[in-house]
């Protein structure tokens, strides 16, 4: 081979990946599955642009990534604790409210948050709570009750159900629900409080089967499993496979009366976006209670748009998990971040109750 | 030939179970009737017909493609040349150069990487993809090559130089002929290499550039459906494609022995 052959390869195999930069798009990093398929739809023939998704699966690597200082995304969906951290680091652009009109879809309790006061940057997506989810014939056969953390932690019930139990892999998820159960806030920092936490779980542990934070959805849905601590979206998967399935019973959600935490998930608008102008476009198509009521209907998940309602499937707009009442309402709570000595400390608790027997 | 024990047999076995077992599952639960695969429901091609018309997963595959292709064909060339300078010279620098990427963990390559990139302002995508898979695949193909080279017959470049051939051409008509099935291993590597990284990839993927790993990864949260076992089928009948492909150009190529030199 000579140098001409070898150059015109070289040129050969950048020409074809070449991209393409002509038509008017829309770049979303998103989670994957987290936006309605025909809500796009929607949006491509009134903005008459492509949307492009590109997908992560944990806000770390969203915050890796961008702190390294990849661009070119227009609107991303962090969660709260992350957006934050995001506007820390000076990634975000502010947003222009008067290009979005239909931020007063959003319930206002969902707004002005610690998170990012006066939503500069931000604005509420989806929603999900970490919640119970239960197989409701075993659980009427074993008479558990299915609306308190008791039924994870508290031997007594756990007996019953020794070996059919999963709790999420989460340090953070499990101390707060631990928290919640001894009648903390989910972002109590007193390290006597954690202790407490960490003594519930280290003898709660022998009667579960896994640290499960992937395959519970399959679990419960086969029948292998009958109760979990896990997230509302994914129990109301489960049901939706256990229904599909034709299964001889449902999985259900179980909103515990201590509270739980929410998670929410916000639009934001990276600083240096290369289209800032169909950014604000798409958010303030997505606050359009129609589409923001798509994603609900397909995957279950909570939403705060209050124009939404009139569209979401009624037997989802009745799940206590995904719309709580207002008395759990108050009770619920996002994680805040912990600072690096907290988090030094939580890891050694959940580094020992691990390894503990 | 020895003659192989019972023990032998037994261990063979068990070895090559523990390679092909997990794809064979992989491979019948693509058929599976059941969106949740985790128990066998009956046989469909739903799968197939899905993947047919995901365009998601689809425009991933082709950018796989294209990058795997333009990385293994670069590389393979630049990693020739390095593992014939590498056995010609006694270079102390440049085997450093070229093999420390294989050493160095990937999540360094590629955090900077795509630092290096930023810096330069490269716009991430499928091009600043390709460029880092070919840095991480030339180690290995030059690898190849330069143990091809070492158990090649040195006499026989001598002997056409002898005879008047330019350095080139003895390169071009002795040299290279002999190492063919070494080249053409290292590229097969690569491709193989690089169509499946995930890690570097995925921090110098840029907005829009999304490769078959990382559609896969990040679909493992929920919606981990047969689909995946329908792309992954594929995927395996593709390598079992080219390997067979290289073994008719080559039949030397699978083997160890160096009968082909001699």
Same mark, same amino acid.
């Given at each position: 081979?000579?140098?001409?052959?070898?150059?015109?390869?070289?040129?050969?195999?950048? @020409?074809?990946?070449?991209?393409?930069?002509?038509?008017? +798009?829309?770049?979303?990093?998103?989670?994957?599955?987290?936006?309605?398929?025909? !809500?796009?739809?929607?949006?491509?023939?009134?903005?008459?642009?492509?949307?492009?998704?590109?997908?992560?699966?944990?806000?770390?690597?969203?915050?890796?990534?961008?702190?390294?200082?990849? #661009?070119?995304?227009?609107?991303?969906?962090?969660?709260?604790?992350?957006?934050?951290?995001?506007?820390?680091?000076?990634?975000?652009? @502010?947003?222009?409210?008067?290009?979005?009109?239909?931020?007063?879809?959003?319930?206002?309790?969902?707004?002005?948050?610690?998170?990012?006061?006066?939503?500069?940057?931000?604005?509420?997506?989806?929603?999900?709570?970490?919640?119970?989810?239960?197989?409701?014939?075993?659980?009427?056969?074993?008479?558990?009750? !299915?609306?308190?953390?008791?039924?994870?932690?508290?031997?007594?019930?756990?007996?019953?159900?020794?070996?059919?139990?999963?709790?999420?892999?989460?340090? /953070? +998820?499990?101390?707060?629900?631990?928290?919640?159960?001894?009648?903390?806030?989910?972002?109590?920092?007193?390290?006597?409080?954690?202790?407490?936490?960490?003594?519930?779980?280290? #003898? @709660?542990?022998?009667?579960?089967?896994?640290?499960?934070?992937?395959?519970?959805?399959? +679990?419960?849905?086969?029948?292998?499993?009958?109760?979990?601590?896990?997230?509302?979206?994914?129990?109301?998967?489960?049901?939706?496979?256990?229904?599909?399935?034709?299964?001889?019973?449902?999985?259900?959600?179980?909103?515990?009366? +201590?509270?739980?935490?929410?998670?929410?998930?916000?639009?934001?608008?990276?600083?240096?976006?290369?289209?800032?102008?169909?950014?604000?476009?798409?958010?303030?198509?997505?606050?359009?209670?129609?589409?923001?009521?798509?994603?609900?209907?397909?995957?279950?998940?909570?939403?705060?748009?209050?124009?939404?309602?009139?569209?979401?499937?009624?037997?989802?707009?009745?799940?206590?998990?995904?719309?709580?009442?207002?008395?759990?309402?108050?009770?619920?709570?996002?994680?805040?971040?912990? !600072?690096?000595?907290?988090?030094?400390?939580? /890891? #050694?608790?959940?580094?020992?109750?691990?390894?503990?027997? | 030939?020895?003659?192989?024990?019972?023990?032998?047999?037994?261990?063979?076995?068990?070895?090559?179970?523990?390679?092909?077992?997990?794809?064979?599952?992989?491979?019948?639960?693509?058929?599976?009737?059941?969106?949740?695969?985790?128990?066998?429901? *009956?046989?469909?091609?739903?799968?197939?017909?899905?993947?047919?018309?995901?365009?998601?997963?689809?425009?991933?595959? *082709?950018?796989?493609?294209?990058?795997?292709?333009?990385?293994?064909?670069?590389?393979? =060339?630049?990693?020739?040349?390095?593992?014939?300078?590498?056995?010609?010279?006694?270079?102390?620098?440049?085997?450093?150069?070229?093999?420390?990427?294989?050493?160095?963990?990937?999540?360094?390559? *590629?955090?900077?990487?795509?630092?290096?990139?930023?810096?330069?302002?490269?716009?991430?995508?499928?091009?600043?993809?390709?460029?880092?898979?070919?840095?991480?695949?030339?180690?290995?193909?030059?690898?190849?090559?330069?143990?091809?080279?070492?158990?090649?017959?040195?006499?026989?470049?001598?002997?056409?130089?002898?005879?008047?051939?330019?350095?080139?051409?003895?390169?071009?008509?002795?040299?290279?002929?002999?190492?063919?099935?070494?080249?053409?291993?290292?590229?097969?590597?690569?491709?193989?290499? %690089?169509?499946?990284?995930?890690?570097?990839?995925?921090?110098?993927?840029?907005?829009?550039?999304?490769?078959?790993?990382?559609?896969?990864?990040?679909?493992?949260?929920?919606?981990?459906?047969?689909?995946?076992?329908? =792309?992954?089928?594929?995927?395996?009948?593709?390598?079992? =494609?080219?390997?067979?492909?290289?073994?008719?150009? %080559?039949?030397?190529?699978?083997?160890?022995?160096?009968?082909?030199? %001699?």
């Amino acid at each position: 081979m000579n140098g001409k052959t070898f150059a015109l390869l070289v040129a050969a195999s950048f @020409a074809l990946a070449a991209p393409a930069y002509a038509k008017d +798009e829309l770049h979303l990093y998103n989670w994957n599955n987290y936006i309605a398929p025909e !809500t796009i739809k929607r949006f491509e023939d009134t903005c008459h642009c492509e949307v492009i998704q590109t997908y992560y699966s944990d806000n770390d690597e969203l915050l890796a990534k961008v702190a390294a200082g990849a #661009k070119g995304y227009d609107v991303m969906v962090p969660t709260s604790n992350a957006v934050q951290t995001l506007i820390r680091g000076g990634q975000l652009m @502010a947003i222009d409210k008067t290009a979005i009109p239909n931020l007063k879809n959003i319930d206002p309790a969902y707004l002005n948050t610690a998170f990012d006061p006066g939503n500069r940057y931000s604005v509420p997506y989806a929603m999900s709570t970490t919640i119970i989810g239960y197989n409701d014939v075993k659980m009427k056969e074993l008479g558990l009750p !299915t609306d308190t953390w008791a039924v994870i932690f508290d031997p007594k019930y756990l007996v019953k159900v020794k070996g059919r139990v999963t709790v999420l892999d989460s340090a /953070n +998820e499990l101390f707060a629900a631990a928290l919640k159960y001894l009648g903390y806030s989910a972002n109590d920092v007193d390290p006597k409080h954690w202790n407490e936490a960490a003594a519930v779980i280290r #003898k @709660a542990k022998p009667y579960w089967a896994a640290f499960n934070a992937s395959s519970y959805i399959k +679990e419960l849905t086969v029948g292998n499993i009958w109760l979990v601590h896990g997230y509302s979206n994914d129990i109301f998967q489960a049901n939706q496979d256990a229904e599909a399935a034709h299964r001889p019973f449902h999985i259900l959600q179980g909103m515990p009366k +201590e509270g739980a935490v929410l998670a929410v998930d916000n639009m934001v608008i990276q600083k240096g976006a290369p289209r800032p102008d169909l950014a604000l476009k798409f958010i303030n198509f997505v606050l359009v209670g129609r589409n923001s009521a798509d994603l609900t209907n397909l995957i279950g998940s909570g939403n705060p748009n209050l124009d939404a309602m009139k569209y979401i499937k009624p037997e989802i707009l009745k799940l206590p998990a995904v719309f709580p009442p207002k008395d759990i309402q108050a009770k619920l709570e996002q994680l805040k971040d912990l !600072t690096v000595a907290q988090r030094r400390l939580r /890891n #050694k608790l959940w580094t020992e109750i691990k390894a503990a027997k | 030939m020895r003659k192989s024990g019972p023990w032998l047999w037994a261990s063979a076995l068990v070895a090559y179970a523990f390679l092909y077992v997990p794809l064979a599952i992989v491979v019948v639960y693509s058929f599976n009737d059941s969106r949740l695969n985790a128990e066998w429901v *009956g046989f469909t091609l739903d799968w197939y017909r899905k993947l047919a018309g995901d365009g998601a997963m689809i425009a991933a595959a *082709g950018n796989s493609l294209v990058i795997g292709i333009s990385a293994s064909v670069v590389s393979t =060339v630049l990693g020739t040349m390095a593992g014939v300078a590498m056995h010609r010279y006694r270079l102390r620098v440049l085997p450093l150069l070229i093999l420390a990427p294989i050493a160095i963990p990937e999540i360094l390559t *590629g955090v900077s990487l795509l630092i290096f990139f930023v810096m330069l302002n490269v716009t991430l995508g499928l091009v600043s993809v390709a460029i880092a898979h070919i840095t991480f695949c030339i180690g290995f193909v030059a690898i190849v090559v330069r143990a091809r080279l070492a158990g090649m017959d040195e006499t026989l470049t001598e002997a056409a130089r002898d005879c008047g051939a330019s350095p080139w051409n003895a390169f071009r008509y002795v040299t290279l002929p002999l190492i063919t099935p070494g080249v053409i291993a290292g590229a097969l590597m690569a491709f193989t290499l %690089s169509i499946d990284d995930f890690v570097i990839t995925f921090f110098t993927a840029g907005a829009g550039t999304i490769t078959l790993p990382l559609q896969i990864y990040s679909m493992i949260k929920i919606s981990v459906t047969p689909e995946v076992n329908a =792309v992954s089928t594929l995927l395996m009948l593709l390598t079992l =494609v080219l390997i067979v492909t290289a073994a008719r150009i %080559s039949p030397t190529l699978l083997r160890s022995t160096q009968e082909s030199t %001699s």
